[in-house]
């Protein structure tokens, strides 16, 4: 029963052009193709990324907010807008709890405004800045590394070569650990996002980051490489500056 979805899976028809098999795009004569399993080395390249963002962050993101004097917020009018309305919204603003009364308003809400589970979704600065220091320098680096990879290539400036020859375009060392690099730390980030600081839009970040594996992976086993590194290059351009 495998062995039978797994030719399913891989049936040639589903991922070739006619005429062309699998076997046509066996390494030869120096050229080398994309294969399935090219993709195992990402699973431990992934835990390897924890690794250095665990040293990255203990070492360099967490001091760097001890520098910029960044604290933890307190729930108080200093918050943003948004997260105090959230609080409001969810409390009767009517009089405090019996002991909580201030003796300055009568009882009432007045200044006082007591922490609720409503703002879990409100990380403190502190603790967003190594997480997000984190990806902004990948992401960084990452675009950096992906100009590196595509500036010199001529479908960077003619999108009509992205598809010449396709599906038989060997692959050159750089794309492939463009592609390892990229897919690993998406990997990472499913595997910590337990526990990463939890965010209100939780959940649509698990589905984009499986969404985003499932994507990478079949491009490569489609020989999408050429579109595949453009189309990271360009995520990548826009992802530092959003962190």
């Known amino acids: 029963m495998f062995q039978t979805l797994y030719n399913c899976f891989w049936w040639e028809r589903l991922w070739l052009p006619e005429n062309l098999t699998w076997a046509d795009l066996e390494d030869r004569d120096g050229r080398v193709y994309a294969k399935a399993s090219d993709l195992y080395i990402t699973i431990p390249l992934a835990f390897l990324f924890l690794v250095v963002r665990h040293l990255f962050e ?4 967490t001091p760097l907010a001890g520098l910029l004097n960044v604290k933890e917020k307190t729930l108080s009018p200093s918050l943003p807008h948004h997260c105090l309305h959230h609080c409001l919204h969810h409390r009767h603003p009517g009089r405090a709890p019996r002991g909580r009364e201030d003796p300055g308003d009568g009882g009432t809400w007045g200044r006082w405004v007591r922490p609720s589970p409503s703002l879990a979704w409100c990380p403190s600065e502190s603790r967003l800045l190594p997480f997000s220091s984190w990806r902004f320098t990948f992401y960084l680096i990452a675009f950096i590394a992906g100009m590196a990879v595509i500036v010199d290539k001529p479908w960077f400036y003619d999108l009509r070569e992205v598809w010449k020859g396709y599906p038989i375009q060997s692959i050159l060392p750089s794309q492939y650990w463009y592609y390892m690099i990229e897919l690993s730390f998406y990997w ?13 839009d939780f959940k649509e ?16 086993f489609a020989n999408y490489i050429r579109a595949g590194t453009l189309i990271m ?8 500056l959003l962190e």
């Open 58 to 61: 203990t070492y360099v993101a």
């Open 205 to 220: 970040q698990i589905i984009h980051h499986v969404a985003t594996i499932i994507l990478i992976s079949f491009s490569w």
């Open 188 to 200: 990472s980030l499913l595997f910590s996002i337990a526990s990463d600081v939890k965010r209100k």
């Open 233 to 240: 290059a360009l995520h990548d351009s826009s992802d530092y």
